[in-house]
T-cell receptor, first 113, second 118 residues
Framework: GQQLNQSPQSMFIQEGEDVSMNCTSSSIFNTWLWYKQEPGEGPVLLIALYKAGELTSNGRLTAQFGITRKDSFLNISASIPSDVGIYFCAGLISGGSNYKLTFGKGTLLTVNP | NAGVTQTPKFRILKIGQSMTLQCAQDMNHNYMYWYRQDPGMGLKLIYYSVGAGITDKGEVPNGYNVSRSTTEDFPLRLELAAPSQTSVYFC?????????????????FGPGTRLTVL
């Protein structure tokens, strides 16, 4: 099946620093999604990307859908303590009744005040 | 709207016991999903449903069963619990858009059920 390689596995940064994480795959996806999960909660969607090359922002978050449709990155600018959590990428293949969403293993972000 | 609700929040089972994890959504979403999340492993799709009466296997369906008799509810059944099924289980729902963007598929997740099989 499809596999997503998400990196880095974890990051420990100082408040105010910028953060970058990415996902790569050997398969093509038609949608890329980025989620954040806090302890004891379900994942919450941050950004959705629908076409190759698309660059989308949500506040301090920016994500891009790679031109090859096999990768995506998420940047967080000027990090703050509440950015702490696990960030997951997910690639989606869908069409007709076919639906497959594959998650990366997550990036654990720790922000030191 | 309550969104996606899951019960119970926690459960401990003995090997061989059975149980049903409940999931309900009040957003009139046609798509519903069950995932399991193991430490450091991200989420893996167990089963999904594109509408009432229709279910399909995901990546890791073995040991589980589902049903979708109504739009709102999507219970997950474990018939013979095994230690390998110790995990956190998340239910999610989404509303598939028929036109415009290919599919927004914005999935809303429940709070999860933490299951331990001893």
């Amino acid at each position: 099946g499809q596999q997503l390689n998400q990196s880095p596995q974890s990051m420990f940064i100082q408040e105010g620093e910028d953060v970058s994480m990415n996902c790569t795959s050997s398969s093509i996806f038609n949608t890329w999604l980025w989620y954040k999960q806090e302890p004891g909660e379900g994942p919450v969607l941050l950004i959705a990307l629908y076409k190759a090359g698309e660059l989308t922002s949500n506040g301090r978050l920016t994500a891009q859908f790679g031109i090859t449709r096999k990768d995506s990155f998420l940047n967080i600018s000027a990090s703050i303590p509440s950015d702490v959590g696990i960030y997951f990428c997910a690639g989606l293949i869908s069409g007709g009744s076919n639906y497959k969403l594959t998650f990366g293993k997550g990036t654990l972000l720790t922000v030191n005040p | 709207n309550a969104g996606v609700t899951q019960t119970p929040k926690f459960r401990i089972l003995k090997i061989g016991q059975s149980m049903t994890l409940q999931c309900a959504q009040d957003m009139n979403h046609n798509y519903m999903y069950w995932y399991r999340q193991d430490p450091g492993m991200g989420l893996k799709l167990i089963y999904y449903s594109v509408g009432a009466g229709i279910t399909d296997k995901g990546e890791v369906p073995n040991g589980y069963n589902v049903s979708r008799s109504t739009t709102e509810d999507f219970p997950l059944r474990l018939e013979l619990a095994a230690p390998s099924q110790t995990s956190v289980y998340f239910c999610a729902s989404s509303s598939r858009r028929a036109s415009g963007r290919q599919s927004t598929d914005t999935q809303y997740f429940g709070p999860g059920t933490r299951l331990t099989v001893l």
